[in-house]
């Protein structure tokens, strides 16, 4: 471990209601599939209001316009869902075009709480080791977006040789001590993380880093089992809007000693 390092221990197991934006809107991406859209009638505002009055203490949101084109598109109605955040004492971690150290400035300044690089991390990583020491380690996740034990990057979009294993390694090296760790095929699903992935990453970073899960969760009972695995959370999108779970469910279902 790098000297200096602070690892994420013991806060309690953290759910992460996620709103996913294009165009300004509230969506969901079948496996990530941009032609695969589900749009939503509320706007983000309402969404946001709804997972925090339900008790929600991080949000997730993730420019998918950014993620695609390399860029935030989304910059104004971000920094409103931020204001809401923090009006209701919670915090906001934003993903998607964040793919250099100014840009991941200008978004923490903007009103992120922290920030997550995905293709970056892959292509540039420098701008990762950069984004950490400009601006700490808890303002900085790196996304490990994998589909078969592989990184894409660019929106999901672009396979790359490099495995889940292999990144979460060399971000470490970086000082990059949280990771999110989505499987692909099973986002937007409904058909349960992939928890056996999840336990082997989790185990190979103990004690250096932590691992939000996300893609797939359904149910009570995989969050009860993400949390006994001794992740530090997970982001929970599709069982929310389709009404299989709700935020209070999921909080009370992983309060320690539930």
């Given amino acids: ?51 925090l009055g339900e008790g929600a203490t991080w949000l997730h949101v993730v420019d998918l316009d950014g993620a695609r084109d390399g860029a935030p598109a989304n910059a104004a109605l971000v920094r409103k869902l931020a204001d809401i955040v923090h009006a209701h004492g919670a915090r906001l971690e934003l993903g998607g075009g964040i793919r250099s150290a100014s840009v991941a400035r200008a978004a923490l300044d903007a009103g992120a709480d922290r920030v997550i690089f995905g293709t970056a991390a892959v292509e540039h990583p420098d701008q990762v080791a950069d984004a950490v020491r400009a601006s700490g380690q808890e303002a900085v996740i790196v996304g490990i977006d994998g589909r078969d034990g592989r990184v894409a990057t660019r929106g999901w979009q672009a ?37 056996p ?12 880093a932590s691992v939000i899960a996300s893609g797939g969760v359904t149910t009570v009972a995989q969050l009860q089992e993400l949390h006994k695995l001794g992740l530090e959370g997970a982001v929970v999108g ?21």
């Fill in 159 to 195: 396979p790359s040789e490099m495995t889940t294993r292999d990144l979460a390694e060399a971000m470490i090296a970086l000082g990059v001590i949280r990771f999110v760790c989505t499987d692909i095929a099973r986002d937007s699903t409904l058909t349960g993380p992939n928890t």
């Fill in 238 to 258: 599709s069982a929310l809007y389709a009404g299989r779970l709700t935020v209070a469910e999921a909080i009370a279902a992983t309060r320690t000693g539930a």
């Fill in 1 to 51: 471990m790098n000297a200096g390092t602070h690892v994420p221990t013991g806060a309690g197991f953290v759910i992460l209601p996620s709103i996913d934006l294009r165009g300004g809107l509230v969506v969901d991406l079948y496996q990530g599939d941009y032609s695969r859209e589900t749009v939503y009638d509320d706007p983000a505002e309402a969404v946001a209001n709804k997972f």
């Fill in 197 to 208: 992935e999840l336990d082997v990453l989790n185990r190979a970073v103990a004690g250096r």
